[in-house]
């Protein structure tokens, strides 16, 4: 069975850091890129931040570009997102998510990690 | 940026009732569109892919059409389960993903 345990989630204050890690197990890690999708309270999904199995690509949505950082270890299975120069806006559950193969299309996602940015 | 909208924003039914859910995208996305469902503390669960494929252990009841702009998932019959809301999301353009704002299907 697919797993992914998000943690790393907490209160930060404006302008702080946190970096968030996720951990998959039951696939090989190395073969698939990784996706993080957030959603603020009582909102919708937003995309963040994707990374190839090799770490060669990585793409961010424009709201994070220059402020978060994706990568991954592949000998430790786990995905990082590394978020700096938080905002309030930024408030919300992370998730990270597996895509189908050759797809780019999540079909699991973990549980989430909740990240409250407030002074 | 492909834009994707949902219709209608909430769809309020009954349990055994028929739903019909939209999806529309600001640009062809061909097939490259996925449903999920969110239950409230839950994490989305993918429904559909492709379109219309069914996911692993996803019932019968759902279907999903469309292709290009215009997309429909069907729940054939409500259960007290498909309560919850529905996002679709494009991954044929990007990046970035981008999702729709949801439908909301509730008990009448």
């Known amino acids: 069975d697919v797993y992914l345990l998000e943690s790393g989630g907490g209160l930060v204050q404006p302008g702080g850091s946190l970096r968030l890690s996720c951990v998959a197990s039951?696939?090989?890690?190395?073969?698939?890129?990784m996706t993080w999708v957030r959603q603020a309270p009582g909102q919708g999904l937003e995309w963040v931040s994707a990374i190839s199995g090799s770490s060669e690509s990585t793409f961010y949505a424009d709201s994070v570009k220059g402020r978060f950082t994706i990568s991954r270890d592949n000998s430790r299975n786990t995905v990082y997102l590394e978020m700096n120069s938080l905002r309030a806006d930024d408030t919300a559950v992370y998730f990270c998510a597996k895509p189908i193969v050759a797809t780019m299309c999540p079909d699991y996602w973990g549980q989430g990690t909740l990240v409250t940015v407030s002074s | 940026e492909i834009v994707m909208t949902q219709s209608p924003a909430t769809l309020s039914a009954s349990p055994g009732e028929r739903a019909t859910l939209s999806c529309r995208a600001s640009?062809?996305?061909?097939?490259?569109l996925a449903w999920y469902q969110q239950r409230p503390g839950q994490p989305p669960r993918l429904l559909i892919h492709?379109?219309?494929t069914r996911a692993t252990g996803i019932p019968a009841r759902f279907s999903g059409s469309g292709s290009g702009t215009e997309f429909t998932l069907t729940i054939s019959s409500l259960q007290s389960e498909d309560f919850a809301v529905y996002y679709c999301q494009q991954y044929s353009n990007w990046p970035p993903f981008t999702f729709g704002p949801g439908t909301k299907v509730d008990i009448k």
């Open positions: 492709d379109a219309s």
């Open positions: 640009q062809s996305v061909k097939s490259d």
């Open positions: 039951g696939f090989t890690f190395s073969d698939y890129a």
